[in-house]
């Protein structure tokens, strides 16, 4: 009965540290199912959004200047390709100051004011919207805030883990009432037969002459056996063999003694060996240097070792970044033209005032963080999609003067600004983002050599024939 009462509480152990792993195991599937969805379907919503954005975008070609869009016909065409729209949330022309045109709807939310979010265009959350830009004739530019992901997609995507988190904590409920241990009823023999034993051998040990009764007669009857002198003798041998026994047991404790003593003196006779060959010295070898066990920790630095070494103010010559070659790569296989243009802000080091200010100057100017990316300190890369060379030009020009005007709140630009950029375009060819990037290197490199001007972009042969 008792194993068999061990074994099940061994068992219910178990099982509650497997249903404790369990439960750990579903949570952590269930976060990456509900992560895996979601990225699943904001890549679709970018999928869609671009689609969209396309047939805008072609439908904006029509406005050449600032009085085409007074053109009712114009107006009717975006307002109708707004309504048609599933994921367009708001749409707006800018000039070449950054300021409306045109917008629609009237009223939105989405549109941001200086007050609110200065430097933006749209308010709205980064993870479930995306903004398109594209710049157009006489400085203008066309921008689109687009919803690629749903407080409906999310519910959806919840159904499934909720309802397979509510069975669990059913499960689990219902398994910890089945492993509830039950008060076990006590059994009354077993408990008075434990409660007899306990005290009899409480008794004994506190009186164990008392727990003998002896009566009188036995006692007398003792008394006249110890007087008669046959007794007398034989109690006496019966002394002297205890004596005896006593000194036989003395002479054998000795001889444990002294065998006790030669045993602990060995060890000691064995260090003073030791101790005496450690003595003499012995050549230190490679392996001899850190003996097992010992840890060596390094000597603090001092002030002048922490000293803080200045980034290499070079810009990375190879596509070193995924995101930013997986985001190409994507541009590239759509049939539209796509620019890559490389900027380059030479920095007087690394802790460069301005830094942060231009990185943000940058950011902002594109309007969406996913088309801008940072390869170094001062070196960023932005991708335009649906921009020729020929546009991707204007927008460095623009954005020169406004990286120019930031610098010089935080020194002085009495020379020439420095900044640089290396333009490249798809030009109707299949091209990889390696290539397109070498191209855009090669021409950023050719500008900082040139003396003429900063702002350069590439052009392969095939667009020259």
């Not at 434990?194 to 040990?205: F, G, M, P, R």
């Not at 008394?223 to 006593?246: G, L, R, S, W």
């Amino acid at each position: 009965m008792i194993l068999y009462t061990a074994g099940m509480e061994k068992m219910k152990r178990t099982l509650r540290i497997i249903l404790f792993i369990g439960t750990f195991v579903l949570l952590a599937l269930i976060v990456g199912y509900v992560a895996w969805k979601i990225g699943e379907i904001r890549l679709l919503g970018e999928q869609s959004a671009s689609a969209e954005y396309s047939i805008l975008r072609n439908a904006a070609s029509l406005i050449a200047s600032e009085e085409d869009l007074g053109d009712q016909f114009v107006r009717d065409r975006l307002k109708s390709l707004y309504n048609a729209s599933t994921h367009l949330l708001a749409v707006q022309v800018l000039d070449r100051n950054g300021l409306v045109l045109w917008k629609m709807p009237d009223e939105s939310p989405y549109f941001a004011s200086p007050a609110t979010n200065p430097g933006s265009v749209f308010h709205a959350p980064g993870m479930s919207t995306i903004i398109y830009m594209t710049p157009l004739p006489d400085g203008m530019k066309l921008m689109a805030l687009y919803s690629i992901l749903s407080q409906r997609d999310i519910s959806n995507i919840l159904i499934v883990p909720a309802i397979i988190l509510s069975a669990w904590i059913v499960l689990l409920v219902v398994l910890q009432l089945v492993l509830k241990e039950k008060p076990k009823e006590p059994e009354e023999e077993i408990v008075k037969e434990e409660l007899t034993e306990t005290i009899e051998k409480q008794e004994y040990q506190e009186n164990p002459l008392e727990s003998a009764s002896y009566s009188e007669e036995a006692l007398s009857a003792t008394q006249e056996n110890i007087k008669n002198p046959a007794v007398q003798e034989t109690i006496e041998n019966i002394e002297e063999e205890a004596k005896a026994e006593a000194a036989a047991e003395e002479e054998e404790e000795e001889r444990e003694e002294e065998i006790a003593q030669k045993e602990v003196r060995a060890p000691e006779n064995i260090q003073a060996a030791q101790s005496e060959s450690e003595a003499i010295p012995k050549p230190l070898s490679s392996s001899d240097d850190f003996l097992p066990g010992e840890f060596v920790a390094p000597a603090p630095q001092t002030d002048e070792e922490t000293e803080e070494v200045p980034l290499p103010e070079v810009f990375p010559s190879t596509l070193s970044l995924a995101e930013l070659k997986r985001n190409l790569d994507i541009e590239l296989q759509r049939d539209q033209e796509t620019s890559l243009l490389l900027i380059h802000c030479i920095l007087s080091g690394e802790l460069d005032p301005s830094a942060l200010a231009l990185g943000v100057t940058i950011r902002d100017y594109f309007a969406s963080e996913s088309l801008v990316f940072e390869l170094g300190k001062g070196c960023y890369a932005a991708v335009l999609p649906g921009t020729d060379a020929g546009s991707a030009l204007k927008v460095a020009v623009d954005l020169d003067d406004v990286l120019t005007t930031t610098a010089s709140l935080y020194k002085d630009l009495s020379e020439e600004p420095p900044f640089y950029f290396g333009i490249s375009a798809r030009y109707d060819r299949v091209i990889f983002p390696d290539r397109l990037y070498r191209e855009a290197f090669a021409a950023l490199e050719e500008a900082q050599e040139r003396s003429g001007s900063r702002i350069l972009a590439f052009k392969p042969a095939s667009a020259i024939a």
